[in-house]
Structure formats: C-alpha cells, structure tokens
C-alpha cells in the first residue's frame, strides 16, 4: 500500500526561510515523503537554495513555473505531480515539528480519517514564538467550517485514497479554506488532533496580518466559491468575526 506523503510548498521569493522549511521536513521521524517545492518565477535566490538540497536528498522535487502565478495554481500543480497517498502541505517559511507526519499518519490510520489537522504556534520573523497554543475543534464539518476556518493548512492532510485528488479553488486569496469546504461537502468529518505539530510564520505583510483583507477575502469565498446569496454570505462572515473575537 503506497504511505508516502506529498508535501506541497509553493515557494516565491523564499530565500530567507527556504532552508529552515526544508530542514523541518528532513527532520521528520516519518521518512516515507516526497517534498514538491513548485517555484513561483522568483526573482532571489532560492532556487539555487532549493536545488543544493535535491543534490543532497532526492526526495526533494523542484518544479519552475513559466509565468508568476499564485499560491493556489502551485499547490494545485503540485497536488497534480504528487505521487503520495497522503497530500500535505507546508508553506516556504513554515514549520513542522520532527513527529508531525509520523504522529498524524498514524492517526489517520488508525481511526480510518480522511481529512485531518493539528493545534499550532505562531512566530515572528524572527521565530520568536509570539502566541499561545492555537487549540483546533476536535472534529468539523461543513456547516461549522463555514463559520470559521478551523483548518490551518501548514497542519492539514488529505488521504487521496478515500477522496481522490482534490485541487484548490482558483481564488486570489483564502484558497485553503475553499479547499477543506470542498472536502467537506463529500465527507461528514475532520478530525483534529489536540497536539502542536507546526508553527506558522506571521510575516508583517501577509494576509492572516492583515484582519480586514481577511474578512474581504472570506465575503468573497462564500459569494464566489460557494455561491452564496449576499445575506447569506453577510451572515456567515458575521459568524467569523463574532469567533475570531469571542476567542480574544
């Protein structure tokens, strides 16, 4: 039976903290992956970076786009090229815990789970850590997802032998939690489990740092992608917020 797990980095620009992502997946205690970094036509270095470690190791896997693209059409390409059972994903300057694939392989097995994820920690530039445990549901579906992004993506995997191979929607922003709704329209459950296993770079200029950007993108997922009504897209975007702060 094929265990391996793909995982999926897109990478733009990514010279600052290529090498610290790929050393997180070469530290896995769980050995049986293949790594599809998917270039994005970067400008620095970090596909010399990048093609240092294939030298080294591999099942490391460089693929260069033609033409700059977004996130969403290179883990898409990604997902596409990847070989494994097992499809995650892990940003060019996240990371991941030495048991993360081990541990959550294991887990999927065990309880027959098709879509999973884990708690987190979020850091800095500088990678101070700079939150709490970010504690996840243990379990979701599709209408609790819809009033918030339980799913981080650094922390998700999907097993493609229980639903295919199932490709990000080709929106400008918030592709992963268009993905795990698509999911969730075709099983009951995720399952979370209630341990930290990666940590998520903040970057001073991203998205998830930018709190109305995020609710914009997240209107626009809900009348875009699942073709929502504007009150019903105003009420599920209300439901967001009203977590993101009850949370605080």
């Not at 709190?211 to 105003?234: A, G, P, Q, T, W």
């Amino acid at each position: 039976m094929n265990n391996l797990v793909s995982i999926i980095t897109p990478s733009y620009n990514s010279s600052k903290f290529i090498s610290q992502t790929i050393e997180s997946a070469l530290s896995q205690t769980y050995t049986t992956w293949e790594m599809i970094i998917v270039d994005d036509v970067s400008s620095d270095n970090s596909n010399d970076i990048i093609e240092a470690y294939i030298k080294k190791d591999s099942r490391i896997k460089l693929i260069k786009l033609e033409e700059n693209s977004g996130p969403a059409i290179a883990r898409n390409i990604g997902i596409k090229k990847a070989s494994g059972r097992y499809i995650a994903f892990l940003d060019a300057d996240d990371l991941w815990m030495p048991e993360k694939l081990e541990k959550q392989v294991s887990f999927m097995k065990e309880k027959s789970v098709a879509l999973s994820y884990t708690e987190y920690v979020r850091i800095d530039e500088h990678s101070k850590i700079i939150s709490e445990i970010i504690e996840r549901p243990e379990k979701v579906n599709y209408q609790k997802m819809l009033k918030s992004n339980y799913i981080p993506c650094l922390t998700a995997i999907y097993d493609t032998n229980v639903l295919g191979k199932v490709y990000m929607p080709l929106i400008k922003k918030r592709q992963d939690y268009g993905l795990w709704l698509r999911i969730l329209r075709g099983i009951d459950i995720a399952y979370g489990m209630d341990e930290v296993l990666a940590t998520y770079r903040v970057m001073s200029n991203s998205v998830s740092s930018n709190k109305i950007d995020l609710l914009r993108y997240n209107y626009s997922l809900f009348r875009e992608h699942e073709k929502f009504s504007v009150v019903k897209s105003l009420y599920y975007l209300i439901w967001n917020i009203y977590i993101k702060v009850a949370k605080k």
